[in-house]
């Protein structure tokens, strides 16, 4: 297998680091950035090959051209494999929803990706090889009670993702999403809590109505997410899908 140029964002924790320690098990060399470099230095310390730290916050209009151009400059040519990953979640009644959360999620999960790959898509083009993958949800497809802010991001995500897979088709560069469901991280951590405070049900009972919601009954572990990105990294016959990890919650 081809050693590839990778870009990981949000590689710290949860899915991006389960992701970055499955690209560099295959032999590629994967460049990590979110905004807590100790985070990072600690995935990067335990990956088996090449690892670049570029700590950025991904919401600042000069990150995408900081981050994609560190990576240029540290290892001599265009990144190869982009996993849009880095996003956040927030929950408010639609009414209650205020303009800065409707913005922070925008800026986050939209125009974050939005600005790396437009940065990095020429490149991939013009080397005639390129893998893009972003870390969309079942939020991308479906609307649920209290997430507006949220699903528009991750529906707008996914449409990114499709138009820009059929602009590059042909040109060896494909472009896809994964949608996850609850998956155990960091962040469905933080949604177990909020359940917790807003219910008076115990963590444990909290993270078992999250599990329940899904027909497998369980959350997904961060590598069955990460193998969903390998699978789209390996396949240059798979674009502009939304390939869903959600253990049967979304049949499409
Ligand atoms: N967990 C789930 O159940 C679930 C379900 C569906 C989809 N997803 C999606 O999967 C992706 C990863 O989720 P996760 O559960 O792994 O979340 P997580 O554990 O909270 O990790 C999120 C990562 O994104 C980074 N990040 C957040 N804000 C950033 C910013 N402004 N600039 C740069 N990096 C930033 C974080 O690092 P810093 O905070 O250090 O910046 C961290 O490395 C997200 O896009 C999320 O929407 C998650």
């Known amino acids: 297998m081809v050693a590839r140029r990778c870009l990981v964002t949000g590689a710290g924790r949860g899915i991006g680091a389960a992701v970055a320690r ?33 700590p950025a916050d991904l919401t600042d209009p000069i990150a995408a051209d900081a981050v994609v151009g560190a990576v240029e400059r540290a290892w001599g040519g265009p990144v190869e494999v982009l996993v849009l990953n880095a996003g956040a979640g927030t929950s408010a009644p639609l009414a209650r929803t205020t303009d800065e959360d409707w913005a922070r999620m925008l800026d986050l999960n939209l125009t974050a990706p939005f600005r790396l790959l437009r940065r990095a898509l020429p490149g991939m083009v013009e080397g005639g090889w390129g893998r893009v993958v972003a870390v969309a949800s079942t939020a991308a497809k479906r609307g649920d009670p209290y997430v507006a802010a949220y699903t528009a991001s991750k529906h ?10 059929a602009e590059v088709a042909g040109s060896g560069v494909t472009v896809n999403a994964v949608c996850p469901g609850y998956v155990d991280t960091p962040m469905t951590a933080a949604t177990v809590a909020t359940i917790s405070t807003a219910t008076g049900r115990t963590p444990e009972q909290a993270r078992e109505t999250l599990a329940r919601r899904q027909p497998i009954g369980r959350l997904v572990d961060p590598d069955e997410v990460a193998d969903a990105v390998l699978l789209c990294v390996g396949s240059a016959a798979i674009t502009g899908q939304g390939i869903n990890v959600d253990g049967g919650t979304v049949q499409s």
């Not at 990590?32 to 730290?53: F, H, K, M, N, Y």
């Open 22 to 54: 499955r690209l560099a098990a295959q032999g590629h060399a994967v460049a990590l950035t979110a905004r807590s470099a100790g985070e990072l230095d600690a995935v990067a310390a335990g990956l088996p090959g090449p690892a670049l730290v570029v």
């Open 156 to 165: 707008g995500l996914l449409g990114l993702v499709r138009s820009a897979a």
